[in-house]
């Protein structure tokens, strides 16, 4: 039985951080769900993009057609929103496709928090949420035009 216990211990350990990690990633989910539900809405054409090297995460640069907000730059204690606006201009903060070409249509429902794009003739769609890994907000800054 002594030689099991040591077995028990590991997989009661591995349970619980499972349990503490799904109910901390909830969390953070709701919350950015929250702060994504603020009525920004946008399309506009893809100007240009730059993909990192973490999972195809990047910034996709829009020249804007329609914006219900002239700016948006608001910030967060932890982490980033998933766009920026500045008149004409927006960047979107996301996984950039390999498909993803300069002269996409881009349409952004924050309240959804769905990117559609090229929505006029294909049903793709990418998520938004908060932006919080370290390794892409600094990808971010560097490589923003919005400095």
Do not use: W
């Not at 640069?61 to 907000?69: A, D, E, G, I, Q």
């Not at 881009?106 to 998520?127: A, D, F, H, R």
């Amino acid at each position: 039985m002594l030689k099991y216990l040591k077995y028990i211990i590991l997989l009661v350990f591995l349970v619980v951080v499972v349990i503490y990690y799904n109910k901390s990633s909830d969390a953070e989910m709701k919350q950015s769900s929250e702060y994504l539900h603020n009525n920004v809405e946008f399309e506009g054409y893809v100007s240009g993009f730059k993909q990192s090297d973490n999972h195809a995460f990047g910034i996709i640069y829009l020249k804007l057609t329609k914006s219900n907000v002239q700016e948006f730059d608001k910030t967060l204690k932890r982490g980033i929103y998933p766009y920026k606006i500045k008149g004409n201009i927006a960047e979107l903060y996301c996984t950039v496709s390999v498909e993803r070409k300069k002269g996409d249509i881009v349409k952004l429902i924050s309240n959804k928090e769905t990117i559609y794009y090229n929505p006029q003739n294909s049903k793709e769609e990418g998520s938004l949420f908060i932006i919080v890994d370290p390794y892409n907000i600094d990808f971010v800054k560097e490589h923003t035009m919005f400095k």
